[in-house]
């Protein structure tokens, strides 16, 4: 069973930055796609970015491209997200999430079938 755990989220004002962190156990992380989402209060959930097996493809919302980095380190079955220049409009719980599928590329979020328990990120004005 895969287990994700989230941290680095806080409170931060407007212009500042966070890093969050997902450590993954229970399967080989090293095959699989990798993804942040986001829920603020009142809205569906989102994709943020994403991030393939290998590195090599890497996806972000608009909203947050030329802000935020994916990447991670498979052999500490870690993924990061890099989040500078933060607005308010990013506060939001954001979830690591896993895709079921080894060697498997979509951003269709029911491709992605272990999640995190979530981590508050709040940005101030």
């Known amino acids: 069973q895969v287990r994700l755990v989230e941290s680095g989220g806080g409170l931060v004002q407007a212009g500042g930055s966070l890093r969050l962190s997902c450590q993954a156990s229970?399967?080989?992380?090293?095959?699989?796609?990798m993804g942040w989402f986001r829920q603020a209060p009142a809205k569906e959930r989102e994709l943020v970015a994403a991030?393939?097996?290998?590195?090599?493809?890497?996806y972000y919302a608009d909203s947050v491209k030329g802000r935020f980095t994916i990447s991670r380190d498979n052999a500490k079955n870690t993924v990061y997200l890099e989040m500078n220049s933060l607005k308010p409009d990013d506060t939001a719980v954001y979830y690591c999430?896993?895709?079921?599928?080894?060697?498997?590329?979509?951003?269709?979020?029911?491709?992605?079938?272990?999640w995190g328990q979530g981590t508050q990120v709040t940005v101030s004005s």
């Open positions: 999430a896993q895709n079921g599928r080894a060697y498997y590329y979509s951003r269709a979020e029911t491709t992605f079938t272990s």
């Open positions: 229970g399967r080989s992380f090293s095959v699989y796609t």
């Open positions: 991030i393939t097996w290998g590195g090599d493809t890497i």
